[in-house]
Nanobody
């Protein structure tokens, strides 16, 4: 059983930045890939970004150039740095262990003036 806990959400103005963190209860990110999804009110959950165990990253077109993934295997944590945030980025953000049913509880990001 693996638990994923997201943190770092909050409210920011357009153009602002936030850094989300996903911490696992086990040493898992050094051997497994994980991804971030988000779900806005009234919308389906959508892919945001993924990072492999080796650190390769991939991003949705809507966030490319603004969001960046990194990880600290020693801390069992993956980070999602979000810059130049837009109102359309408002959503609950979830981390997920690829190939599993393990999801975090979500963290809310609100971008509003």
């Amino acid at each position: 059983q693996v638990q994923l806990v997201e943190s770092g959400g909050g409210s920011v103005q357009p153009g602002g930045s936030l850094r989300l963190a996903c911490t696992a209860s086990a040493t898992i990110f050094s051997i497994a890939a994980m991804d971030w999804y988000r779900q806005a009110p009234g919308s389906q959950r959508e892919f945001v970004a993924r990072i492999t165990s080796g650190g390769l990253t991939d991003y949705a077109d809507s966030v490319k150039g603004r969001f960046a993934l990194s990880k600290n295997d020693a801390r069992n944590t993956v980070y999602l740095q979000m810059n130049n945030l837009k109102p359309d980025d408002t959503a609950v953000y979830y981390c997920h262990l690829i190939g599993s049913n393990y999801w975090g509880q979500g963290t809310l990001v609100t971008v509003s003036s």
